[in-house]
């Protein structure tokens, strides 16, 4: 009798335990699905707002200047300015992830974290003004190297900090294995460490540019603007594509609209080709 | 006459304030094998780390004593610390071949001391993988990742790895604790095959191989060498009352 009391409570409480559970579930799943409704509003506005224009036009949308409807010398702009960026910020934001690595309890180590976590949500715009008063008031006119130096500064965190995080996720014993070898410090970090820690620098060096290419705010007092004809040389003024876009919406004429829609989604299909890739590399990590 | 490769004298250590090693006096013959037994925590795989210098790399670690290596004290000031670890090689608890072909692994330490030449190395990566018994299983892949391998395999790589830059001393820090019997067997049988050119001291928590495979034992407990000597006398006939008790299975 007492045995069968206790079934029939036991039974009570896990009908409760289960409405409970599903409850919990759509909660999660409709909060869910509510953040990432803008994600999808944005990239389907900017697709069919966008998309009418590049195929009014062209090619000629993709490369030509602005005067003739297109934004090739934008497009032109975003990769100089992305790939200058890179080369400039990475060395020294790979050396100091590095460091931060090897030095994790010295003063310079920790201290080198600290900022670039500062770094990584640093105001951009300040940024921006920054290089503009080092490099583009004494060299008398903007440039693209001013605006590249701006987004190495941007990049430099993401890649630092990537990198650091990688290294550490290594297990410590394949670091002894390298010492057991006979290898330096130096030898230990650049051939043993940062092999195995590759798709994580990866990832962050493509997030990196992923973010500078996007960016607007450290090119308006840097980069100055250029789209009426491609850029040859990183000394002279360059356009950029969001800058162009930035440009283009304050303007009153609907065809400049337009254009800032198809530049849009031009942006977008170069922020997915840096970023499909990272989730691809993340795929097919080898778990150790 | 049986030769003393390495040699300790006096050897202390300590964790911070925590002393780990008491007075370690203890011989290791050449082309012989040694193991070092002993309960967990017992500091025996913090002395084998003390003979190929990797306690350095923990800042905590304070050592006082001497470790001789062919009559030279291996942490005078004058003594190059990489060349030391080229001489006195290591294999770890856990198989830790880098994320890179079985070739590059094998060619990663004869590269860092400096051989460059492609057949030479190649030479070498034949000549080490058939010392360790893994030649005939990947000689067709070799430019196979090595963390695809099994277990055993993985082990086989790490030893193959570490006499490719022939190593005067192997140290074995539990080789076979992480893998099946069989790749156990076949890392004991190339243990013994070693042994003929290199001078191998094993820590294992396996008293069944400590007797198989090895010429002398060193019983630990507390961080102190309660007792060393060949090995069939620590099993058949131990002095003292603590290692009876340890192989007997009284405790530990």
Same mark, same amino acid.
């Given at each position: 009798?007492?045995?069968?009391?206790?079934?029939?409570?036991?039974?009570?409480? /896990?009908?409760?335990?289960? $409405?409970?559970? &599903?409850?919990?579930? %759509?909660?999660? +799943?409709? !909060?869910?699905?509510?953040? #990432?409704?803008?994600?999808?509003?944005?990239?389907?506005?900017?697709?069919? /707002?966008?998309?009418?224009? $590049?195929?009014? &036009?062209?090619?000629? %949308?993709?490369? +030509?200047? !602005?005067?003739?409807?297109? #934004?090739?010398?934008?497009?032109?702009?975003?990769?100089?300015?992305?790939?200058?960026?890179?080369?400039?910020?990475?060395?020294l934001a790979f050396l100091a992830g590095a460091y931060s690595y090897e030095y994790p309890n010295s003063f310079i180590g920790r201290t080198t974290k600290m900022l670039l976590q500062i770094m990584l949500?640093?105001?951009?715009?300040?940024?921006?003004?920054?290089?503009?008063?080092?490099?583009?008031?004494?060299?008398?006119?903007?440039?693209?190297?001013?605006?590249?130096?701006?987004?190495?500064?941007?990049?430099t965190p993401y890649v630092s900090v990537y990198t650091e995080e990688a290294m550490a996720e290594?297990?410590?014993?394949?670091?002894?294995?390298?010492?057991?070898?006979?290898?330096?410090?130096?030898?230990?970090i650049?051939?043993?460490i940062t092999?195995?820690a590759?798709?994580g620098i990866?990832?962050g060096?493509?997030?990196?540019?992923?973010?500078?290419?996007?960016?607007?705010?450290?090119?308006?007092?840097?980069?100055?603007?250029?789209?009426?004809?491609?850029?040859?040389?990183?000394?002279?003024?360059?356009?950029?594509?969001?800058?162009?876009?930035?440009?283009?919406?304050?303007?009153?004429?609907?065809?400049?609209?337009?254009?800032?829609?198809?530049?849009?989604?031009?942006?977008?299909?170069?922020?997915?080709?840096?970023?499909?890739?990272?989730?691809?590399?993340?795929?097919?990590?080898?778990?150790? | 006459?049986?030769?003393?490769?390495?040699?300790?004298?006096?050897?202390?250590?300590?964790?911070?304030?925590?002393?780990?090693?008491?007075?370690?006096?203890?011989?290791?013959?050449?082309?012989?094998?040694?193991?070092?037994?002993?309960?967990?925590?017992?500091?025996?795989?913090?002395?084998?780390?003390?003979?190929?210098?990797?306690?350095?790399?923990?800042?905590?670690?304070?050592?006082?004593?001497?470790?001789?290596?062919?009559?030279?004290?291996?942490?005078?000031?004058?003594?190059?610390?990489?060349?030391?670890?080229?001489?006195?090689?290591?294999?770890?608890?856990?198989?830790?071949?880098?994320?890179?072909?079985?070739?590059?692994?094998?060619?990663?330490?004869?590269?860092?001391?400096?051989?460059?030449?492609?057949?030479?190395?190649?030479?070498?990566?034949?000549?080490?993988?058939?010392?360790?018994?893994?030649?005939?299983?990947?000689?067709?892949?070799?430019?196979?990742?090595?963390?695809?391998?099994?277990?055993?395999?993985?082990?086989?790589?790490?030893?193959?790895?570490?006499?490719?830059?022939?190593?005067?001393?192997?140290?074995?820090?539990?080789?076979?604790?992480?893998?099946?019997?069989?790749?156990?067997?076949?890392?004991?049988?190339?243990?013994?095959?070693?042994?003929?050119?290199?001078?191998?001291?094993?820590?294992?928590?396996?008293?069944?191989?400590?007797?198989?495979?090895?010429?002398?034992?060193?019983?630990?407990?507390?961080?102190?060498?309660?007792?060393?000597?060949?090995?069939?006398?620590?099993?058949?006939?131990?002095?003292?009352?603590?290692?009876?008790?340890?192989?007997?299975?009284?405790?530990?």
């Amino acid at each position: 009798m007492l045995a069968t009391d206790k079934n029939v409570k036991y039974t009570t409480h /896990k009908r409760v335990r289960m $409405i409970k559970d &599903n409850i919990f579930l %759509f909660l999660v +799943g409709s !909060l869910t699905l509510i953040t #990432i409704i803008p994600l999808f509003h944005i990239i389907i506005s900017i697709v069919v /707002k966008g998309l009418p224009i $590049i195929i009014k &036009n062209g090619t000629t %949308f993709v490369f +030509g200047t !602005l005067s003739e409807g297109g #934004i090739g010398p934008a497009i032109a702009g975003t990769l100089m300015l992305t790939f200058l960026a890179t080369l400039i910020g990475l060395p020294l934001a790979f050396l100091a992830g590095a460091y931060s690595y090897e030095y994790p309890n010295s003063f310079i180590g920790r201290t080198t974290k600290m900022l670039l976590q500062i770094m990584l949500e640093f105001p951009t715009i300040l940024v921006g003004t920054f290089i503009m008063g080092i490099l583009v008031i004494p060299m008398g006119s903007f440039s693209a190297l001013a605006g590249a130096i701006a987004l190495a500064l941007i990049l430099t965190p993401y890649v630092s900090v990537y990198t650091e995080e990688a290294m550490a996720e290594i297990p410590r014993i394949y670091k002894e294995g390298g010492y057991a070898l006979g290898c330096t410090r130096a030898q230990v970090i650049f051939k043993v460490i940062t092999k195995m820690a590759k798709k994580g620098i990866l990832t962050g060096i493509l997030i990196g540019m992923a973010k500078v290419s996007g960016e607007t705010a450290p090119l308006l007092f840097t980069a100055g603007g250029l789209y009426e004809v491609y850029p040859t040389n990183p000394l002279q003024p360059v356009g950029a594509i969001p800058l162009l876009i930035y440009t283009l919406v304050q303007s009153p004429s609907i065809e400049d609209h337009q254009i800032a829609w198809g530049a849009a989604l031009v942006m977008l299909i170069i922020f997915l080709a840096l970023f499909i890739p990272i989730r691809y590399a993340l795929k097919d990590e080898i778990k150790l | 006459m049986e030769s003393i490769k390495m040699e300790t004298n006096n050897l202390n250590l300590w964790y911070g304030d925590k002393q780990a090693l008491y007075d370690i006096n203890l011989p290791v013959y050449k082309n012989k094998i040694t193991a070092l037994i002993g309960p967990s925590g017992c500091g025996k795989s913090t002395f084998l780390r003390c003979l190929n210098r990797l306690n350095d790399l923990i800042t905590t670690v304070k050592i006082d004593g001497n470790v001789m290596l062919d009559g030279r004290n291996i942490y005078d000031e004058d003594v190059d610390v990489y060349d030391l670890r080229k001489r006195v090689g290591m294999v770890f608890q856990k198989p830790n071949p880098f994320a890179m072909s079985i070739y590059d692994n094998i060619t990663f330490g004869p590269k860092i001391h400096g051989i460059k030449n492609k057949t030479e190395l190649d030479k070498i990566v034949k000549w080490a993988l058939k010392k360790a018994a893994l030649w005939d299983e990947v000689k067709d892949e070799l430019n196979k990742n090595a963390l695809s391998l099994s277990g055993g395999q993985q082990q086989r790589l790490c030893i193959a790895r570490t006499i490719a830059v022939k190593p005067e001393v192997i140290l074995m820090d539990e080789p076979t604790s992480a893998l099946d019997p069989i790749s156990t067997l076949k890392i004991e049988d190339l243990m013994a095959e070693l042994a003929k050119d290199y001078t191998i001291v094993v820590v294992t928590h396996n008293m069944q191989q400590a007797s198989r495979i090895s010429d002398y034992t060193g019983f630990f407990l507390m961080g102190k060498l309660i007792e060393f000597d060949k090995t069939e006398k620590i099993f058949l006939e131990p002095a003292h009352k603590e290692t009876e008790d340890y192989i007997s299975g009284r405790f530990g």
